[in-house]
């Protein structure tokens, strides 16, 4: 027989890394062709990115609930078994033992499938942000006469003036709100949103 240790597999910070702060040069705009976005602080500081953040942990406080309960079952049907077997003919032990542990193995895998569900619609959500994001940022490219907006992480040294982070957040609130609920991004068949029991 074999006892079953159940676990989230998600990951959750409160915020996401940032990249390095670089010196305030000018405060005010400037005219230039390309600007700088921290990707990372936009979708954490943006109403959408705050109302995902909420929902996959109170998912994720769900399923591990869920773990735990299902871990405290099973190790009770374990005990009965063990407790039985004096009773029970070794052949019938061997059966019941036996269905126990391929029991264990599918429900395990139907769990971590559950976790694994829970860290794609993460993504996925984050990926819709991004999507629908587009039309703010082009029209923030247009009003500065830009023609490229770079991740500050992969930029060395730039001037804060060029830096529509801020201005980005408000643009894109005022377009997305919250956004969608996140049943509404999961994938057909992820089962990201079973809280059921298995």
Same mark, same amino acid.
Not at 32 to 46: E, G, N
Not at 153 to 165: C, G, K, S, Y
């Given at each position: 027989?074999?006892?079953?240790?159940?676990?989230?597999?998600?990951?959750?910070?409160?915020?996401?890394?940032?990249?390095?702060?670089?010196?305030?040069?000018?405060?005010?705009?400037?005219?230039?062709?390309?600007?700088?976005?921290?990707?990372?602080?936009?979708?954490?500081?943006?109403?959408?990115?705050?109302?995902?953040?909420?929902?996959?942990?109170? !998912? =994720?406080?769900?399923?591990?609930?869920?773990?735990?309960? /299902?871990? *405290? &079952?099973?190790? @009770?049907?374990? #005990? %009965? $078994?063990?407790?039985?077997?004096?009773?029970?003919?070794?052949?019938?032990?061997?059966? !019941? =033992?036996?269905?126990?542990?391929?029991?264990?193995?599918? /429900?395990? *895998? &139907?769990?971590? @499938?559950?976790? #694994? %569900? $829970?860290?794609?619609?993460?993504?996925?959500?984050?990926?819709?942000?991004?999507?629908?994001?587009?039309?703010?940022?082009?029209?923030?490219?247009?009003?500065?006469? *830009?023609?490229?907006?770079?991740?500050? #992480?992969?930029?060395?040294?730039?001037?804060?003036?060029?830096?529509?982070?801020?201005?980005?957040?408000?643009?894109?609130?005022?377009?997305?709100?919250?956004?969608?609920?996140?049943?509404?991004?999961?994938?057909?068949?992820?089962?990201?949103?079973?809280?059921?029991?298995?």
């Amino acid at each position: 027989m074999r006892t079953i240790a159940l676990a989230v597999g998600i990951v959750l910070s409160a915020g996401a890394v940032t990249a390095q702060d670089t010196p305030a040069f000018e405060t005010f705009e400037v005219p230039s062709p390309i600007l700088t976005i921290d990707q990372d602080r936009v979708y954490a500081a943006s109403a959408f990115g705050r109302r995902v953040a909420r929902d996959i942990e109170v !998912r =994720a406080a769900d399923l591990a609930a869920q773990n735990r309960r /299902i871990e *405290a &079952e099973l190790e @009770a049907e374990e #005990r %009965a $078994l063990t407790e039985a077997r004096a009773t029970l003919p070794s052949e019938e032990f061997r059966a !019941r =033992a036996d269905a126990f542990d391929t029991r264990v193995v599918a /429900i395990r *895998a &139907e769990q971590d @499938a559950k976790a #694994r %569900a $829970l860290g794609t619609l993460r993504d996925t959500a984050r990926e819709a942000f991004w999507r629908d994001s587009l039309p703010a940022l082009s029209q923030i490219l247009t009003e500065r006469g *830009a023609v490229a907006i770079l991740d500050r #992480r992969v930029v060395f040294l730039a001037a804060n003036a060029i830096d529509i982070t801020d201005d980005a957040v408000a643009r894109i609130d005022g377009v997305l709100g919250e956004g969608p609920g996140l049943d509404a991004l999961a994938p057909r068949g992820t089962g990201a949103d079973d809280g059921g029991t298995p």
